[in-house]
Nanobody, 113 residues
Framework: QVHLVESGGGLVQAGDSLRLSCAAS????????MGWFRQAPGKEREFVAV????????NYDDSVEGRFTISRDNAKKTVYLQMSALKAEDTAVYYC??????WGQGTQVTVSS
């Protein structure tokens, strides 16, 4: 059973930074690629970023490239999303995913313009 808990969301102003965390607990294995997705109101869930299982490869959606950084600490079973230069259009519920395993419950990020 996959158990992922996201944290770090909140209300910020445009231009601010925020760091999201996603911690895997219990026996949840993390020797997989992990990623972040987001879903804005009335829209489909969309890809944000992915990191390989050993952290040596990352990929980003064009909309966040250069502003967001994904990283992971396998010893802590945690993946992070450092978000900078936030825009109003980044407002969404952000979900963590272990590819091939499951999703977290999401954390709300709201960016006021």
């Amino acid at each position: 059973q996959v158990h992922l808990v996201e944290s770090g969301g909140g209300l910020v102003q445009a231009g601010d930074s925020l760091r999201l965390s996603c911690a895997a607990s219990g026996r949840t294995p993390i020797n997989y690629a992990m990623g972040w997705f987001r879903q804005a109101p009335g829209k489909e869930r969309e890809f944000v970023a992915v990191i390989s299982r050993n952290g040596d490869s990352t990929n980003y959606d064009d909309s966040v490239e250069g502003r967001f950084t994904i990283s992971r600490d396998n010893a802590k079973k945690t993946v992070y999303l450092q978000m900078s230069a936030l825009k109003a259009e980044d407002t969404a519920v952000y979900y963590c995913k272990i590819f091939g395993m499951g999703w977290g419950q999401g954390t709300q990020v709201t960016v006021s313009s």
